[in-house]
Structure formats: C-alpha cells, structure tokens
C-alpha cells in the first residue's frame, strides 16, 4: 500500500497539483479513467446518470482539473444553447405557400 | 419548453375526421420546429421549404394509418426527418456515410480544448457575436448529430421523443448527443477562450494551471522613448 507514492505519476494533471501544492499521489489515476467516464459526461450534466456513476464522476472530478473543466465547460455549452431561442419562426411567406399548397388558404388569416 | 411535442388542444380525431380546420392548427402547430430542422440540415431555405410542404402532404395522406403507437407529434417528425434526409442524400451523396455519426464505433473524441472559461462575466455570453458563433458552431456539426442535438437541446425533446422522432434507439440518441455536444464545447472553448484572453486578466491561466498568468507587456511604452532624431 505504501508503495503509492513512491514514484512520481507521469499524468498530465501532475503539473498543476504540485503547482497548487497538493499531492495526488496517493490515488494516481491515469488517463483511462477520463476516457472512460467521458461516455457518461452528457447523462452527467443532464442529471440522469446513476447515483454511483454520479459518485465516482464526482469522486474523480475532486482529483482530476482537466476533467474538473471539460464538465464544467460541457454543461455550460449545454445551457447557452438551452437559453437560445429556436430561431427562426416560420416566415409569413413560407407559411403562406404552405397554405396555399396544403388548400388551407382560407384558414391563412387566423394565427 | 417543448410545447410542439406536448401539444394537449390538438385532436387526432378531428383530423382523421377531416376537420379542415383543425388541420389548419396543426400545421401551425408544429411547422416551426420542422422547418428549422430542415432548414439546418439542408443549410437552404428553398429545401427547407419543400421539405415543409412534403411533410404535410404526406401526413395528411396518411392520417389514416396513424395508429397511436407513438404520439402524434413525434409521427410527423419523422416524416419530416425522412423527408430531410432523403433530400440531404439528393443533394449531398457524399454525406451519407456521414449521416452514421463520424467517431470511431468505441471511442469519444478526447477533450482537446482545457480552459475554463465559465468564469467569464454573463455580458460576454450575451453579446450578439457571441449568440452568432454558438449558431455557427451547430452548423459543423455532422447532419446526424446535428438532428439530434437540434430536437434535444435546441427544441427541448426528451431523450424518448428525439429517439422516435429520428427513428433511433436511445442509446442511439445519447451517444450522438454526446457527441455533438462535445464537439461544440471545444468550439466554444476556443472562441471564449479568445475571450478570455481579450480581457487580459489572466483568469484562465489561474484556472488551468494553478499560476498568475503574465500579462502581455505593452510595447508601446517602449517605442515612446524613440523620438524623430
Ligand atoms: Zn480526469
């Protein structure tokens, strides 16, 4: 058990904990476990996912800044686009010759 | 949010009947979120238009044969649906090997753009560059996850209602939303990310690395000791 921190971890998040001085030497994970909760990231920010999985992505999100960012960064990619308005309406003219080709022309004042 | 899918007024029984009327409101009803999605797969409003009308036609010729199995709106949209894609394959038979989604079968793109851009003040999010990019950014997208992500997160479908208005599984639909969402946080990393860097504050190196970023000197200091001799 103690063998742990022994050696340095060759991860990418390695940089920043000794930079922020703290050490994560003690559970290294390497880059497959991003990858592997990569797949559950869109269930994640949707608030959809398993209760475990919802635990081990915030479990790993404590350990790993990289991660920490992609999901932070998804799910306000999410929201901006949930904000935006579905544009554009049909345009009046559009809608007219739809009308007009569906034999509803007297029905095209009411909307 | 989605009140096209949930549209409670409409009757089916009125329609079968042939209440012109009601047909009328249906149109109404759900003509936007169709024409838009058209409009962004096709990218030309003409398409756009007679995949519309299409639509409709066969809908009204088929009435007969819905039969409640889905929901009322979700069987219109994929009409629609094949009604786009069949004259994106027109159109573009290059595309149809794309319309199958563009990853590997089991592996995601790995995240390429790591900044942390959510601290940015809200005004940046408002702005109408801002609002033109994340508009832009949808049409990179592959026309599979493009569809998806359209009905889903633009037009506010559940997961279930995206799977029957495109006529994939679920587990169809997840894995492409992921995709494209993915997809399109790594654009908006990169123009936030310019953002960021406009402001000059040195936030995003905070972020990402744990150091006070270096802010750019100004070399305009330096030429103003050079007077004309
Ligand atoms: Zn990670």
């Known amino acids: ?111 | 949010m989605s009140e096209a899918v949930h549209n409670p007024e409409l009757s089916v029984e009125a329609l079968k009947a042939g209440d012109r009327a009601e047909f009328a409101r249906f149109v109404d009803a759900y003509s936007g979120p169709i024409y838009r999605l058209a409009l962004r797969i096709l990218g030309d409003a003409q398409d756009a238009e007679d995949v519309l009308q299409e639509t409709f036609i066969k809908a009204y010729r088929h009435l007969g044969e819905f039969e409640g199995r889905s929901s009322f709106s979700t069987w219109l949209y994929r009409i629609a649906s094949n009604e786009a894609f069949m004259l994106l394959r027109r159109r573009h038979p290059e595309m149809v090997s794309v319309e199958e989604g563009t990853q590997t079968p089991d592996g995601e793109q790995e995240p390429l753009q790591i900044v942390d851009w959510c601290c940015l003040p809200e005004e940046e999010f408002l702005t109408a560059e801002s609002r033109a990019y994340l508009d832009k950014a949808i049409d990179q997208l592959a026309p599979a996850l493009k569809a998806v992500f359209l009905l889903r997160d633009i037009e506010g479908f559940s997961v279930r209602e995206t799977a029957e208005a495109l006529s994939l599984s679920e587990a169809a639909v997840k894995t492409r939303l992921l995709r494209a969402r993915l997809q399109l946080r790594e654009q908006l990393s990169i123009y936030y990310d310019e953002r960021l860097r406009e402001r000059g504050t040195g936030t995003r190196e905070i972020h990402a690395n744990g150091r006070e970023g270096g802010i750019a000197r100004e070399p305009e200091k330096y030429e103003k000791e050079v007077g004309p001799s």
């Open chain 1, 1 to 111: 058990m103690s063998d742990h921190d022994r050696e340095p971890v060759d991860h990418p998040l390695a940089g920043a904990a000794q930079a922020s001085g703290t050490r994560v030497a003690i559970h290294p994970h390497d880059h497959q476990s991003c990858r592997h909760l990569l797949k559950s990231l869109s269930d994640y920010v949707d608030g959809t996912l398993d209760e475990s999985l919802c635990v081990e992505i915030e479990k790993h999100m404590g350990e790993c800044e990289r991660c920490q960012i992609v999901i932070d960064t998804l799910r306000k990619t999410v929201e901006l686009y949930r904000d935006m308005a579905p544009a554009p309406p049909v345009p009046e003219d559009v809608r007219a010759r739809l009308f007009v080709r569906l034999d509803l022309d007297d029905f095209l004042v009411g909307k």
